[in-house]
């Protein structure tokens, strides 16, 4: 006879249950939003570096209270324009929500896309008891998240 036995269909079920709960808390909510936090900063973190190799002038990202930043030219009072909305670029973490970040921390880049203030820091952002760390690099300036 072909076909499965109930101990065949017990186990396989069994372990389809197991990897399926392995699975779900990467799956939640507050870890796509943490994530997709994560991916935000970071950019942006890409973005002051790339404006401050094409245009020849300092820029920079000062995060502050908590779940707010702003991307400035020679300093944080003049934040450039927002290139999808051509308001002041200062950002929040709202839409995140309840995504926040550890703050006091500045990162400003030369002409060469170099870290002047805050290369090799990071900025910490966690939601529900998750986090996701950026760091920026000493000497590239480049952002990663772990």
Known sequence: MKGWTLLELVLVIA?????????????SPQTAGLDAAARKVRADIAYAQSLAMNRGVPHGVEFTAGVSYVVYRISPATPVSNPLTQQPFSEDLSEFRPTTMNTGYRVEFNSMGQPVIGGGGSVTLTNSGVSRVIDVSNTTGRATIR
């Open 15 to 27: 372990l389809l249950g197991i990897l399926v709960s392995s699975f779900l808390p990467r799956l």
